[in-house]
């Protein structure tokens, strides 16, 4: 299960620094849709180790890569055959090496995803319980059930894969097995030892390659209620993160992560773990950032809120609420290989623009950590016209369960040229670029001071220098005008003014950053429809 090159326990190198984490603006590659360096028109270990001056120039502190293990693709690689291997489409163990000591030699740490919930059908374990009928051993590694009804014809319990359909698939032998996601993923049981043990030393492996920290990918799912009883209602994923199910935020899981928390307490240089949990209140989801737990976890309730001063301040609120709590970080996320682009989401066109922009200062504004997903920084709208014959996201092709249309986020990036690929890579590219990306470019953006590329090297460029930003203490409302919000960090102001129209108020102190233009008279800003500005005071 291990590539040619073993990995050899090395120092860990960017200079430590304590809680470095606890403000860190986390940059996600997704590495299939970044660059390209090979020309198969998907993007490669190799394509990120060769572009990561551009994340170190844009003032990111840490890259988060998505799965680039040994997998079938089932599920852009959330599918994992072999933990410790580096898929060849992805390139070979030593190319991850090399990034990351690239990475650290620039300064910046390096999180890569780890998927513990369920493995890839390919894997070895699954196979063999397949392979080894009714009385394998590795049966109990996953959760194989006998069916229901008087021939076992109909699925053990009424739980539903997130996907759509039913979470259960019927075996050759009459066994059902599983899968909160793909059929090609399922669970596994992390009742047994061997699941614990095994993660372990894959965390040991990537830790030892010199990891600074690992995603856990369905971190809210490893543990299901006990005899998995039937929850009794109908389209299940919509309830994800609104209600506990029996299959999600269980209590169990929180042992778990405790003691990865100590595993990775065992290494030099503040390694991290960050959760991808959907839990139904920010309190709930707080319990995953005890101190003895995980040191993040994305903040899924800021990245749903509508544009709405009331409502973002609320989840703002309850956010730095139930984070102080516990002692951690809030972390800040507006877009994720999941979910609609934010300049999408919020109206789309200029209007979309303009509100991606602000909400980019926000977000850089407010106490703790930030989350990035790679073409933000360059304002990228959704693709919203794909041809069905090249999208790949599984749910697309099962229906009833999540949209499905998770391909118009992971469209590769560009990077520079008229014309796609737009310096994405030597050849093509795996999902088609639309015509007009040739302005959104890299290339085309650097150095116009009104691009929103700019605006984010501005912004991340600040953020270090004041130190009231990040993690430097405490968020404190202004007064404001309906529709606007305002707060004072230490020597900083914050304004967004989320209406459309413009708004005016009294000049908070001197303008650092604004993402739209400013017109200034008589001790009055009057700040354009959904702009924000950062002030020195
Ligand atoms: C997470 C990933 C998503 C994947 C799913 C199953 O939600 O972000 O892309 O499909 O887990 O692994």
């Known amino acids: 299960m291990t590539q040619e090159l073993a990995p050899i326990r090395r120092d860990h190198s960017p200079a430590v620094s304590s809680d470095w984490w606890r403000d860190a603006v986390i940059y996600q590659v997704y590495v299939r849709s970044f660059a390209d360096s090979d020309g198969d028109g998907i993007g490669d270990l190799r394509g990120v180790r060769d572009r990561l001056p551009h994340l170190a120039g844009l003032g990111v502190d840490a890259v988060w890569l998505t799965p680039f293990y040994a997998s079938p693709q089932a599920d852009g690689g959330y599918d994992v055959a072999d933990y410790r291997a580096v898929d060849p489409l992805f390139g070979v163990l030593a190319d991850a090496d090399d990034l990351v000591r690239e ?16 493995t890839s059908d390919r894997h070895p374990w699954f196979r063999a319980a397949l392979d080894g009928g009714p009385d394998a051993p590795e049966r109990a590694l996953y959760h194989f059930r006998p069916g229901r009804g008087p021939d076992g014809a109909l699925p053990p319990n009424d739980w539903e894969s997130v996907f759509g359909g039913p979470a259960w698939t019927r075996t050759g032998d009459g066994a059902w097995y599983l899968h909160l996601f793909a059929p090609e993923q399922p669970d596994l049981n992390w009742e047994q030892p061997a699941v614990r043990e095994e993660f372990d030393s894959v965390f040991r492996f990537w830790l030892d390659l010199g990891v600074d920290g690992f995603r856990i990918d369905v971190a809210h799912g490893m543990v299901k209620a006990a005899g998995l009883p039937d929850i009794g209602l109908r389209e299940q994923a919509k309830l994800i ?43 709930r989801l707080a319990l995953y950032v005890r101190p003895d737990e995980l040191h993040q976890a994305f903040n899924f309730q800021f990245l749903t809120c509508a544009w709405d001063a009331g409502a973002m301040r609320r989840v703002i609120d309850g956010s730095l609420a139930a984070t102080g709590s516990v002692g951690a970080p809030t972390t800040w996320v507006l877009s994720n290989h999941d979910v609609v682009r934010h300049t999408t989401r919020y ?67 560009p990077w520079s040229g008229t014309s796609p690929p737009y310096g994405f890579g030597p050849g093509g590219s795996w999902l088609p ?10 290339a085309a953006q650097t150095g116009d001071p009104r691009s929103t590329l700019e605006l984010y090297r ?49 000049v908070p102190g001197r303008p650092l950053l604004s993402s739209a233009a400013l017109e200034f008279g008589g001790g009055t800003v009057r700040i354009p429809g959904a702009a924000c500005v950062w002030w020195a005071v």
Do not use: M
């Open 458 to 506: 501005s912004a991340l460029a600040l953020r270090k220098e004041l130190p009231g930003l990040g993690d430097g203490g405490a968020l404190e409302w202004l007064a404001a005008p309906a529709g606007v919000l305002a707060f004072a960090r230490p020597g900083v102001v914050c304004t967004l003014n989320t209406l459309d129209t413009e708004a005016e108020l009294p």
């Open 103 to 118: 990475a650290h030699r620039l300064g910046l740490r390096v999180i890569v995803d780890i998927v513990p919930n369920h």
């Open 347 to 413: 109206g789309g066109g200029e209007r979309g623009l303009r509100r991606a922009r602000a909400a980019a200062l926000l977000t850089l504004a407010l106490p703790g950590s930030a989350y990035l997903y790679q073409g933000e920084e360059l304002g990228l709208p959704e693709v919203t016209e794909l041809p069905d014959a090249v999208r790949q996201d599984p749910a697309f092709f099962r229906g009833d369960g999540q949209d499905g249309l998770r391909d118009g986020c992971r469209v590769p990036i």
């Open 433 to 442: 670029q639309p015509p007009a990306w040739a302005g959104l470019s890299v």
């Open 241 to 283: 993160g609104a209600q506990v199910l029996p299959f999600f935020d269980q209590d169990g899981v929180h042992e778990i992560h405790r003691a990865w928390r100590r595993l990775l307490d065992g290494y030099d240089g503040q390694r991290i773990g960050v959760a991808e949990a959907w839990a139904p209140t920010a309190e």
